[in-house]
């Protein structure tokens, strides 16, 4: 099947400072891409949408600005988490769907996000 | 707005057959999901039906789908060890618009 990665897979962070999230499709082209934050014990939340080179949509609450999501290529598509606060210790978790698929996405394996 | 609901937790013993069970609201859910999350990790898409079928087998699993009554089920036969996971429903209108997540069910196998 088709393969998302994300880089990094863990990262630590100090309050205040900006965290950059990558997610790759590396088998397939992707023009949507899908950014999601998973709490501890609970669902995945979607944070926003986003198009190859176009404006990501974001969902109600979350902040874009806080959030910047970048869809440069059919290949990546990075978040940057900026003045990162405690409050944004999450497991961040990227998908994508194939350009040519029938329409299922296809998940990378998870960024662990913790601010101290 | 579209819910998924599923129930948080199912214990099997090993060998056994499980059936994991998720209802969903949207009636214009066209596609169904179900992935399996281990500790840790991000999510493996396990299978998906189209809302058109009322079934798909694939090896041990089996997806049963009862759109009138929106209701989905994953059956796992001969359940192992290594089958221990969350597993999620999901449900999405189109190929290409987003997918809405049901609260996961922790599936424990007892050797």
């Known amino acids: 099947g088709a393969v998302v990665s994300q880089h990094p897979s863990r990262v630590i962070c100090k309050s205040g400072t900006s965290v950059k999230i990558e997610c790759r499709s590396l088998d397939f082209q992707a023009t949507t891409m899908f950014w999601y934050r998973q709490f501890p014990k609970q669902s995945l939340m979607l944070m926003a949408t986003s198009n190859e080179g176009s404006k990501a949509t974001y969902e109600q609450g979350v902040e874009k600005d806080k959030f910047l999501i970048n869809h440069a290529s059919l290949t990546l598509s990075t978040l940057t988490v900026t003045s990162a606060h405690p409050e944004d210790s999450s497991f961040y978790i990227c998908?994508?769907?194939?350009?040519?698929?029938?329409?299922?996405?296809?998940f990378g394996p998870g960024t662990r996000l913790t601010v101290t | 707005g579209e819910d998924v609901e599923q129930s948080l937790f199912l214990s099997v013993r090993e060998g056994d057959s499980s059936v994991i069970n998720c209802t969903y609201t949207?009636?214009?859910?066209?596609?169904l999901y179900w992935y399996k999350q281990e500790p840790g990790a991000g999510l493996q898409l396990l299978t998906y039906?189209?809302?058109?079928?009322d079934m798909k087998q694939d090896q041990r699993l089996t997806v049963l789908l009862n759109k009138k009554d929106k209701h989905l089920s994953l059956r796992i036969a001969d359940t192992q060890t290594g089958d221990s996971a969350i597993y999620f429903c999901?449900?999405?209108?189109?190929?290409?618009?987003?997918?809405?997540f049901g609260t996961g069910t922790k599936l424990q196998v007892i050797p």
């Open positions: 998908s994508a769907r194939d350009f040519e698929g029938a329409g299922e996405q296809y």
């Open positions: 949207d009636s214009s859910s066209t596609y």
């Open positions: 999901a449900e999405s209108r189109e190929g290409y618009q987003k997918v809405t």
């Open positions: 039906i189209f809302s058109n079928m």
